[in-house]
């Protein structure tokens, strides 16, 4: 499983083929839900993957059964030179110190696994309710494929069991994840170059984290801007022509570019302050510059306005990052809210700059929306020259059940037959548990692995041992809920 692609982009067929035969063969009854999605720049061929032990009919009335679900699809892997655990290749598992390390070990590939040996021993049991095993794709884009799959109605359980490393603790409530894309549009104007001749092509290289968690992470697009805000106020005069960063805005991003103009009396100058300044800060491995001169074709600037509002809207999310931290919550890891500036794209005539906030439960989303609006139209008011807007691009609503529920206690009675320590516990993460507690459904999220500081990171891995006993977990869970 971990080593078929499924990154969201790419698609998700090849695995679903290989997991559903996985599952028909173990004596469930399988089908393949293709998922329309209208999503630019994402494959197509999408598919849950569904099986059913037991009694395979809906009712639409009456919810029955357990569903354990999780999604099949992984993050971009990143700079295959960070992933030193499998030697460049986040592809090629790799077993060291009982661990498995490869992209989707934790995150959530290896879970559907454990749940689909759990299912396996209850065979030939009769079932009072039935067992629902779900494979979802786009988990990790906008959880497209558990929204499909509720929408459909092909399934109604009584309860549900998302997969996620939460290093199998039981998770009854996480943060909201709120999408936000801000979109600065100028009109693109040839200029004579005026002096401005020799190229500069800057790439800023980081470590990816979770999005939930910035601060694991090395953020290569905020690194970007900083250098060359710097550079700027030591009196180099610089041309932008393109920026770009990220490629996906729930991580932290790994990679980041600018490519802008010097003149040639600032050239040799600036040769020197890249060395100096990078050398001076250990950075060596961080930065990487390409130079090169104007070419026949001439060359189109942004105009200088660009930059200047870029940083200005930059800094708001920053400031805001910083008041969001005076809220504590220690229930949570981070005990506060979260802003993780994921990706920066240059299109057409625009720049668009998307970050990912994880709010605690207690602050309104409709609220920082609100806010943000509000400060980014006073931005705005002061570029009459660009079109600036703001959109929530994508929300996942908080997920807040209660030690109370009855799956709740049905999970912590099988942690116990299970020989797992007896724990529940909230997350930064976001997760299909919320789409469904939304729908009326009890709702949680468990998983062998950890997440912070390892899901959506190189060298991502899990425990041989977790995963062991995360398969004993679904037994009893199965148990106490459809025998």
């Known amino acids: 499983m971990l080593r078929i692609n499924s990154v969201t982009a790419h698609g998700n067929e090849e695995l679903a083929n290989f997991t559903s035969s996985l ?37 639409k009335k009456t919810r029955k059964g357990l569903l354990l679900t999780t999604h099949l699809d992984t993050i971009s892997p990143g700079l295959p030179e960070n992933w030193t655990a499998t030697g460049g290749d986040p592809f090629a598992v790799t077993f060291q110190d009982g661990k498995i390390y490869g992209l989707g070990a934790a995150d959530a590939k290896l879970d559907f696994l454990c749940k689909l040996k759990a299912i396996d021993k209850f065979r030939e049991k009769k079932l009072k309710m039935p067992i629902y095993l779900v494979g979802t794709c786009g988990g990790e884009l906008g959880m497209f494929g558990a929204k499909y799959l509720i929408k459909s109605m092909a399934l109604n359980p009584r309860y549900v069991v998302v997969g996620a490393p939460t290093d199998m603790s039981v998770v009854y409530a996480h943060k909201s994840l709120n999408i936000f894309k801000v979109s600065i549009g100028y009109q693109m104007v040839a200029r004579d170059a005026r002096g401005f001749n020799r190229r500069i092509d800057l790439h800023s290289f980081g470590v990816t984290a979770h ?86 074709m001439g060359v189109r600037f942004l105009p200088d306005v660009v930059f200047t509002c870029m940083n200005e809207v930059i800094d708001h999310f920053r400031t805001m990052a910083t008041q969001l931290e005076r809220v504590k919550d220690k229930t949570f890891s981070p005990e506060f809210s979260t802003i993780n500036f994921g990706q920066f794209k240059q299109t057409l005539g625009g720049m668009e700059l998307s970050f990912d906030l994880r709010l605690l439960p207690d602050q ?97 891995f899990n425990v041989m041992d977790h995963l062991e006993k995360s398969v004993t977990f679904y037994e009893k869970l199965i148990e106490r809920t459809c025998l």
């Open 211 to 296: 999005g939930a968690y910035p601060q694991q992470g090395t953020n290569a697009i905020q690194q970007m801007i900083d250098f060359i805000r710097q550079a700027a106020e030591d009196n180099f005069e610089m041309r932008f022509t393109r920026f770009d960063g990220g490629d996906t805005v729930n991580k932290v991003p790994d990679r980041a570019s600018a490519q802008f103009y010097l003149t040639s009396h600032q050239f040799e100058d600036f040769k020197r302050y890249f060395r100096d300044t990078v050398g001076s800060e250990g950075k060596e491995d961080a930065f990487k510059v390409e130079l090169g001169g104007l070419g026949e």
């Open 23 to 59: 599952v028909e063969n173990r004596g469930l009854k399988t089908q393949l839900q293709q998922v329309m999605h209208s999503l630019e720049n994402v494959s197509k061929r999408q598919f849950n993957v569904i099986g059913v032990l037991g009694d395979p009919l809906v009712d």
């Open 364 to 460: 309104s989303s409709e609220l920082v929306e609100k806010q943000i609006i509000k400060d980014l139209q006073a931005i705005a008011a002061r570029y009459p020259n660009l079109n600036i807007a703001s959109v929530r691009q994508r929300y996942n609503p908080q997920l807040s059940m209660t030690p109370e529920h009855e799956l709740v206690k049905a999970c912590q009675a099988a942690q116990e037959a299970s020989g797992i320590e007896i724990r529940t516990d909230k997350t930064s993460l976001s997760t299909e548990a919320a789409q469904f507690y939304q729908a009326g459904y009890e709702a949680v999220v468990f998983g062998a692995g950890t997440a912070e500081g390892n899901s959506h990171s190189p060298n991502e």
